[in-house]
């Protein structure tokens, strides 16, 4: 059974740091792309960094390059998202998810459950 578990959300203040983690089970996290999204109330679904399965490749929304960075540890079977320079627009609920596509983005297969990430002074 797939399933993904995010943690590491939080109160941050803004130019601070966070680093989420997408902890999986019933898979390899190499076997899947995985993805973050993003969603803040009132607001559509946003991709945010995915990591291909096929050669590791990432992928960035342009609001946040250069300040988050996507990876994973085949070892952990986790995927992290590190976001610095963090500012109240990052505000959101985070999410990840399996992606059908070996490389890039694509349809979402499984989602895990979120974790609230917060950026106010």
């Known amino acids: 059974q797939v399933q993904l578990v995010e943690s590491g959300g939080g109160l941050v203040k803004p130019g601070g740091s966070l680093r989420l983690s997408c902890a999986a089970s019933?898979?390899?996290?190499?076997?899947?792309?995985i993805g973050w999204f993003r969603q803040a109330p009132g607001t559509e679904r946003e991709e945010v960094a995915c990591?291909?399965?096929?050669?590791?490749?990432?992928y960035y929304v342009d609001s946040v390059k250069g300040r988050f960075t996507i990876s994973r540890d085949n070892v952990k079977n986790t995927v992290y998202l590190q976001m610095s320079s963090l500012s109240p627009e990052d505000t959101a609920n985070y999410y990840c998810?399996?992606?059908?596509?070996?490389?890039?983005?694509?349809?979402?297969?499984?989602w895990g459950q979120g974790t609230q990430v917060t950026v106010s002074s």
């Open positions: 019933g898979f390899t996290v190499d076997q899947y792309t």
């Open positions: 990591i291909s399965s096929s050669d590791g490749s990432t």
């Open positions: 998810a399996t992606l059908l596509r070996p490389k890039g983005w694509g349809p979402i297969t499984h």
